[in-house]
Structure formats: structure tokens, C-alpha cells
């Protein structure tokens, strides 16, 4: 049986992100056509509460909503998946938060996954 060559995976910096307030918070995990993206767990949150419900979501593959929670309050909230999530090859992996409005600051972040 072959084995596979040793594939990358993004640096710590590259798992978060943390923009501007009233800013989409989005992060991808690149599709990899050797490799299924594996996702152990996700972390969302805004640092104010929001005045309407938003929603963070995990899609994958083609855009297809795997998972939608509602966010209203303040904080960051995590997901534990066990067992993990697992993706078919050639599947981008994206997590996002909506906008929070004026003021407020979203953040999302994959705390685990591997691909293999």
C-alpha cells in the first residue's frame, strides 16, 4: 500500500480570524484534492451582545450549511466535535460569523483539525 507524502497544515495564525468591527468574520480551511480536511473543533463569539440574533455557520462542500448556531450574547462560545468531523477530499472546510453591527466585533477560529 502506498503511503501518502507529509501535507502541510496552516501555521496557528492562519486557524483565526478577528476583524473589524461590523465585519463578516470568516475562515477557510483550502481544499486539498490528496486530503480530507478533519475538524475537531470551531470557536465563535462576538466581544459585545448583538442586538438581533446572528447566525455562525460551517459549510462544506460547495457551499452546503453543515451547521447553524444562533449567536446573540457576548463571548466566545466553543464546539467539540467527538467524533470529529470529517470532509470528503477536495472539500474547503468554512467557518463564519455575520457582522455584528456598529461597534462590535466578531472572531472565529478552528481549534482543531487535521487533514488526512
Keep these: 500500500m502506498a503511503q501518502k507524502a507529509s501535507i502541510g497544515v496552516p501555521t496557528a495564525g492562519d486557524w483565526f480570524h478577528y476583524p473589524a ?7 477557510t480551511l483550502a481544499a486539498r484534492a490528496d486530503a480530507s480536511w478533519v475538524v475537531t473543533g470551531v470557536t465563535f463569539g462576538y466581544d459585545q451582545a448583538v442586538a438581533a440574533t446572528q447566525k455562525f455557520i460551517l459549510a462544506s462542500p460547495a457551499g452546503s450549511s453543515h451547521l447553524e448556531v444562533p449567536v446573540r450574547g457576548a463571548g466566545l462560545q466553543t464546539l467539540l466535535f467527538d467524533p470529529p468531523l470529517r470532509f470528503p477530499p477536495g472539500a474547503a472546510v468554512n467557518i463564519q460569523l455575520a457582522a455584528g453591527g ?14 488526512e
Aim: aromatic share 10%; net charge neutral; glycine share 20%.
Design 21 to 27: 468591527a461590523d465585519t463578516l468574520a470568516t475562515k
Design 102 to 115: 456598529a461597534g462590535i466585533q466578531g472572531a472565529v477560529g478552528f481549534t482543531g483539525a487535521y487533514i
